[in-house]
């Protein structure tokens, strides 16, 4: 992000003179940072659990080539421990249903924080013009 100062015409447009920062503004640029950067790691636990979900896809296909007798290793905490593979697949089946389920609970609440963040977007320019930079 490239940081600039505002030229004088800039300046002219927002007022010229200053606008006085009140408390209610301070508490909404506090808002919108504290969403912001809730925003940020969600989006970031988003990411994984979308990795993490593709990982178990790309294992149940290569499941599907295993054969049938096959006693096959599966991960639970710390250990693994050897599963038929119809049990094995039924368990990548419930682990995917599962990291699914999160990931639609992370979107959800990472679009909640958009649109607050917007509504305050929306607030905090209308009272400082273009004297404030709120783009993320």
Known sequence: MQRRMLSKEDEEQTGGAENNVRKEDQEKI???SRLHQTETLLQEELSLKNKEKED???IANELELADA???????????FISLPLPDVQMLLSKSTDRISLDISSLEEKIHGLKEDMQELKVALYAR?????????
Do not use: V
Not at 129 to 136: A, C, F, K, M, Y
């Open 56 to 58: 178990l896809e790309e």
């Open 69 to 79: 007798d096959e006693l096959i290793p599966y991960k639970i905490g710390d250990s």
């Open 30 to 32: 506090n808002k919108f």
């Open 128 to 136: 400082f013009g273009r004297s404030i930079n709120l783009e993320t």
